[in-house]
């Protein structure tokens, strides 16, 4: 997305980072993938509740080969895979535009980690809507 952020000021879009984790976390995530987007902080999930953002099942979070693929590079490269201990790793995520009055032009709820709209197609509704 980032990618795209000229193309997104231009037309007068503002992407929102939302995340359910204490503040301190999405500011580290936040410099950690240098992203140019606002982050808000919803720790009550409210965001989540009101766009069906469900959660995975322990299977789903835990097993899923990309998820122990990702793990092994990282521990292949000798590198600590970030664990998130003590955070919710089940709970789902997902895309969401708004076109200009609100309403919901592009809504993807994630059905597991991997599970994310194209960015072509969010770009696409966001320009679209604007």
């Known amino acids: 997305m980032a990618e795209h952020n000229d193309r997104l000021d231009a037309a007068a879009i503002e992407v929102l980072v939302i995340g359910f984790e204490v503040r301190a976390r999405l500011t580290w995530l936040k410099r950690?993938?240098?992203s140019p987007f606002r982050f808000v902080v919803d720790e009550e999930r409210t965001t989540y509740g009101a766009?069906?953002?469900g959660r995975a099942s322990w299977?789903?979070?835990?097993l899923h080969p990309g998820v122990i693929a990702g793990y092994?590079?990282?521990l292949a490269k000798g590198e600590s895979p970030d664990?998130?201990?003590g955070q919710d790793r089940r709970q789902?995520?997902?895309?969401?535009?708004?076109g200009p009055s609100g309403e919901i032009v592009?809504?993807?709820?994630?059905?597991?980690?991997?599970d994310r709209a194209p960015v072509g197609r969010i770009i696409t509704?966001?320009?679209d809507a604007s």
């Not at 299977?59 to 835990?62: F, M």
């Not at 789902?92 to 708004?98: E, F, M, N, Y």
């Open 106 to 114: 592009l809504s993807h709820p994630e059905r597991g980690p991997e």
């Open 59 to 62: 299977s789903r979070t835990y």
């Open 72 to 74: 092994g590079r990282m």
């Open 51 to 53: 766009f069906a953002m």
């Open 32 to 34: 950690r993938i240098d």
């Open 83 to 85: 664990l998130h201990l």
């Open 125 to 127: 509704a966001a320009l």
């Open 92 to 98: 789902l995520g997902g895309d969401v535009v708004l």
